[in-house]
T-cell receptor, first 111, second 114 residues
Framework: DAKTTQPNSMESNEEEPVHLPCNHS???????IHWYRQLPSQGPEYVIH?????VNNRMASLAIAEDRKSSTLILHRATLRDAAVYYCILFQAVSNYQLIWGAGTKLIIKP | DAMVIQNPRYQVTQFGKPVTLSCSQTLNHNVMYWYQQKSSQAPKLLFH???????NEADTPDNFQSRRPNTSFCFLDIRSPGLGDAAMYLC?????????????FGDGTRLSIL
């Protein structure tokens, strides 16, 4: 079964870039890579998704390895409000409704 | 703003006493999901509706049921809650459920069992 592997936690300094890694070596060719984050006492919030090419939006950038076995979520300038658990998720095209969640990375931002 | 709203945010019930959690959406999305999230774990999908079509995950206990009377509302019924059902329950929506579309989550209902 497809799954994702993430570090349990990471620390970063405020106003510095953050690179959150994710391994998904069993990804299938049609699986989308999604990232969500969850702030304390809130529901998960969509961050970004991609298939093969790197993606940018107002929240973050997603860099996808050429073989698609790994990806990196990039927060360009972390703020204290970015402290959250970040989930790397595979969204399998063959089971359109289910997200395969990783265990998540707790991001700690130091002022 | 269009959103997914869950009520109540906190719910306390007694062991074995039925409880209903509610979710509403103003996004007019076709798909609504219910997830269970226990402490320090990722959310776990319980079931989803595509319009009125109900889809149960294979490992969702029979104790959990759902109703979707219209596009905007969806309910999670727990018939006889046990201590192991204490968790955060999250409702989410997506436009059509396709893998290139995001899911939009509510802020959840935290259920406690006495």
């Amino acid at each position: 079964d497809a799954k994702t592997t993430q570090p349990n936690s990471m620390e970063s300094n405020e106003e510095e870039p953050v690179h959150l890694p994710c391994n998904h070596s069993t990804i299938s060719g049609t699986d989308y890579i999604h990232w969500y984050r969850q702030l304390p006492s809130q529901g998960p919030e969509y961050v970004i998704h991609g298939l093969t090419s790197n993606v940018n939006n107002r929240m973050a950038s997603l860099a996808i390895a050429e073989d698609r076995k790994s990806s990196t979520l990039i927060l360009h300038r972390a703020t204290l409000r970015d402290a959250a658990v970040y989930y790397c998720i595979l969204f399998q095209a063959v089971s359109n409704y289910q997200l395969i969640w990783g265990a998540g990375t707790k991001l700690i931002i130091k002022p | 703003d269009a959103m997914v709203i869950q009520n109540p945010r906190y719910q306390v019930t007694q062991f074995g006493k039925p409880v209903t959690l509610s979710c509403s959406q103003t996004l007019n999305h076709n798909v609504m999901y219910w997830y269970q999230q226990k402490s320090s774990q990722a959310p776990k999908l319980l079931f989803h509706y595509y319009d009125k079509d109900f889809n149960n995950e294979a490992d969702t206990p029979d104790n959990f049921q759902s109703r979707r009377p219209n596009t905007s509302f969806c309910f999670l019924d727990i018939r006889s809650p046990g201590l192991g059902d204490a968790a955060m329950y999250l409702c989410a929506t997506s436009r059509s459920g396709k893998s290139n579309q995001p899911q939009h989550f509510g802020d959840g209902t935290r259920l406690s069992i006495l």
